[in-house]
């Protein structure tokens, strides 16, 4: 059993990774499928225990930039014994607003809340608690490169 963390820039390619790698083996959760909850954090540390609690592996699709934001995640995970895996998704910010830009609807973002979350994004490392860490990366043709870091190891 497995939470997985998504850390990255709105529009860096998270949901897509999600639904290559992930769909059919691990759950979804993500703040965009709770805007109509008046508590979204509350609502989505219930669904992650929920999934959990019955054994079932998730993945958490927000833009998870600080530590902060992640230690109530990992500490969740470590409460039900799943492994902690955070995958960072290293794509630069023209490329995620250019991206943004493509969407359409409540799924686009103003452009300012790129350029706030870029401000206060932190790469996750082991010392937070994750047992493995991957940079992610796009290959220029609509893929993914996903490398993992080694432990102790500082990424480029």
Known sequence: MELVILVGLQGAGKSTFYRERFAASH????MDLLRNNPRPRRRQEHLIAEALAAGRSVVVDNTNPTPADR???IALAREYGATVTGYFFDVPRAE???????REGRARVPDVAVYTTAKKLVRPTYAEGFDRVYDVRTDGEGGFVVREVAQGAVSD
């Open 27 to 30: 759950e979804l959760v993500s």
């Open 71 to 73: 230690t109530p995640l």
């Open 96 to 102: 995620c607003l250019v991206r943004n830009r493509q």
